[in-house]
């Protein structure tokens, strides 16, 4: 073990804190909350759903596995920064406390493990909607293995040089010596930056070749409207992340070039980037509710079909609407319907001189000749969806209301009487 560097002012147990810091700390920890429980309300859904769909269909969905993998790194950073609640407490910041080591590991493993996580869901998507490619359950099981082991490996390096003293006051809360340049710089932000420019690179190349696709008629109109959307709403994804991490990580990095920042910058900081959290759990429910929120588990070779953009109408795929107009007809039209009954046939006019033909069988029976069309393609995520929902909602509560229904059914195909 090493040599831990003393205390300093800076280091040291900070007796109380500034009055002014008070409420910048308070909303430091009241995000965190909001990210925590967020994180972990989505995280319970995702574990439930994810043992319902293992235990009807016999598998799972990569994509839903790798949210709860971020939720799990949103929940360690979110607690990282909502245990300021103790210094609140306090009203000092005490570097002998446990939670100031706890903190400390917390801030390294959730600040690590969700920028690898957002990269790695990049470049999934990438794979899937791109290059329609996905891992073997094994080589996906064993990925996420081994990106754990490289956060919590890399994490563990200041604890195995140091031990217990590994983390002191940083500022406002607890974290690296900051004398420790290098080891803040080669087990944190190194990493920080490569995910941040990552994810940035992979979400531009997914918009780009999106983008070509359009433009070169790879998709038909209706899937180039949806594609475009889509394509829109995945610019999203790297800028939360890049806007929520950058601002800690350029104080931290001002910090290291003998210009550290105030305290009211760095729980400015400290606010944004514990806001990963709640931000990710609206972000993903909002554009991918079809993989969390469906009772089947979604197939993994869906790929763009599993993005639903939440601000434009998707329409209604299935079912049938009748509309019925009556437009006064022109005088044109009166003399040739006039025409058309002395013959016992019926034409409604339209403004574009198509018609349905009414098929004159008697003075008082009519039968109209409709055409359907049928068109076969492959059912997407959002139309099996729909299904279920329209079937929850047919579906008789009790037998009572069963068999009213079916009565009432009844009814509705009793023909009128016409009279004499």
Same mark, same amino acid.
């Given at each position: 073990?090493?040599?831990?560097?003393?205390?300093?002012?800076?280091?040291?147990?900070?007796?109380?804190?500034?009055?002014?810091?008070?409420?910048?700390?308070?909303?430091?920890?009241?995000?965190?909350? $909001?990210?925590?429980?967020?994180?972990?309300?989505?995280?319970?859904?995702?574990?439930?759903?994810?043992?319902?769909?293992?235990?009807?269909?016999?598998?799972?969905?990569?994509?839903?596995?790798?949210?709860?993998?971020?939720?799990?790194?949103?929940?360690?950073?979110?607690?990282?920064?909502?245990?300021?609640?103790? #210094?609140?407490?306090?009203?000092?910041?005490?570097?002998?406390?446990?939670?100031?080591?706890?903190?400390? #590991?917390?801030?390294? @493993?959730?600040?690590?493990?969700?920028?690898?996580?957002?990269?790695?869901?990049?470049?999934? @998507?990438?794979?899937?909607?791109?290059?329609?490619?996905?891992?073997?359950?094994?080589?996906?099981?064993?990925?996420?293995?081994?990106?754990?082991?490289?956060?919590?490996?890399?994490?563990?390096?200041?604890?195995? +040089?140091?031990?217990?003293?590994?983390?002191?006051?940083?500022?406002?809360?607890?974290?690296?010596?900051?004398?420790?340049?290098?080891?803040?710089?080669?087990?944190?932000?190194?990493?920080?930056?490569?995910?941040?420019?990552?994810?940035?690179?992979?979400?531009?190349?997914?918009?780009?070749?999106?983008?070509?696709?359009?433009?070169?008629?790879?998709?038909?109109?209706?899937?180039?409207?949806?594609?475009?959307?889509?394509?829109?709403?995945?610019?999203?994804?790297?800028?939360?992340?890049?806007?929520?991490?950058?601002?800690?990580?350029?104080?931290?990095?001002?910090?290291?070039?003998?210009?550290?920042?105030?305290?009211?910058?760095?729980?400015?900081?400290?606010?944004?980037?514990?806001?990963?959290?709640w931000l990710d759990v609206l972000l993903y429910? $909002?554009?991918?509710?079809?993989?969390?929120?469906?009772?089947?588990?979604?197939?993994d070779d869906n790929g763009i079909d599993t993005?639903?953009?939440?601000?434009?109408?998707?329409?209604k795929r299935f079912g049938a609407a009748v509309?019925?107009?009556?437009?006064?007809?022109?005088?044109?039209?009166?003399?040739?319907?006039?025409?058309?009954?002395?013959?016992? $046939?019926?034409?409604?006019?339209?403004?574009?001189?198509?018609?349905?033909?009414?098929?004159?069988?008697?003075?008082?029976?009519?039968?109209?000749?409709?055409? @359907?069309?049928?068109?076969?393609?492959?059912?997407?995520?959002?139309?099996?969806?729909?299904?279920?929902?329209?079937?929850?909602?047919?579906?008789?509560? @009790?037998?009572?209301?069963? #068999?009213?229904?079916?009565?009432?059914? +009844?009814?509705?195909?009793?023909?009128?009487?016409?009279?004499?």
């Open positions: 073990m090493v040599p831990a560097p003393p205390l300093d002012l800076e280091s040291k147990t900070l007796p109380e804190l500034p009055p002014h810091i008070h409420p910048w700390l308070r909303a430091v920890v009241t995000l965190g909350f $909001l990210s925590f429980i967020a994180s972990v309300t989505l995280i319970f859904l995702l574990a439930y759903r994810l043992v319902q769909w293992r235990i009807k269909s016999k598998r799972t969905n990569q994509f839903v596995i790798l949210i709860f993998n971020l939720l799990w790194a949103d929940i360690q950073q979110s607690l990282a920064f909502l245990l300021n609640v103790e #210094w609140l407490r306090l009203d000092s910041v005490v570097v002998e406390n446990p939670i100031c080591f706890a903190q400390g #590991w917390l801030v390294s @493993t959730g600040d690590l493990a969700s920028g690898v996580w957002c990269f790695v869901i990049g470049l999934h @998507t990438f794979a899937s909607v791109i290059l329609d490619y996905r891992l073997k359950p094994r080589c996906f099981f064993l990925s996420i293995v081994a990106m754990w082991a490289f956060i919590y490996g890399v994490s563990a390096i200041p604890v195995g +040089m140091f031990a217990e003293q590994a983390y002191v006051r940083s500022g406002i809360w607890c974290w690296i010596h900051h004398d420790l340049k290098d080891l803040r710089l080669w087990t944190h932000y190194v990493w920080i930056f490569i995910f941040e420019f990552g994810n940035v690179i992979v979400y531009a190349i997914i918009y780009t070749i999106l983008i070509q696709r359009i433009r070169s008629g790879y998709y038909t109109a209706e899937e180039a409207k949806r594609v475009k959307a889509i394509s829109n709403l995945m610019v999203v994804y790297p800028v939360v992340y890049v806007v929520c991490t950058l601002p800690l990580a350029s104080a931290r990095m001002a910090a290291m070039s003998k210009n550290p920042p105030s305290l009211a910058r760095l729980c400015l900081s400290g606010a944004m980037i514990t806001s990963n959290g429910t $909002l554009t991918r509710r079809i993989m969390i929120f469906s009772d089947e588990p979604p197939a993005f639903s953009a939440f601000w434009s109408d998707s329409g509309k019925i107009e009556a437009d006064l007809p022109s005088r044109a039209a009166q003399r040739k319907a006039a025409r058309s009954r002395n013959r016992g $046939l019926v034409s409604l006019p339209s403004r574009d001189d198509s018609s349905e033909d009414l098929c004159g069988l008697g003075d008082k029976d009519i039968k109209m000749v409709t055409t @359907t069309h049928v068109f076969s393609e492959p059912a997407h995520p959002a139309d099996v969806e729909e299904m279920e929902a329209e079937a929850r909602r047919m579906r008789p509560r @009790t037998p009572t209301g069963r #068999w009213s229904e079916e009565s009432a059914n +009844m009814k509705e195909l009793e023909l009128a009487h016409i009279p004499d």
